[in-house]
């Protein structure tokens, strides 16, 4: 019996990227509180984080 033998070549390679590409795209994120402020981490490292402020009025 082939559990796969119905599948088109690219069922089976979505398939293939879904069982062992997509897992190892994680990653672990801290942010933690220090004296100078709030510092965000990425797998242990220091990551920058961009982005956009806004200002509004009362």
């Known amino acids: 019996m ?5 599948l088109s070549p690219t069922r089976f390679l979505n398939l293939l990227l879904l069982l062992f590409v997509l897992p190892s795209l994680q990653a672990q994120t801290t942010v933690e509180k220090r004296g100078d402020g709030w510092h ?3 797998d242990g490292q220091p990551f ?8 509004y009025r009362l």
């Open 2 to 6: 082939r559990p796969f033998a119905n």
């Open 40 to 42: 965000w981490q990425v």
């Open 48 to 55: 920058a984080l961009k982005g956009a402020t806004f200002g």
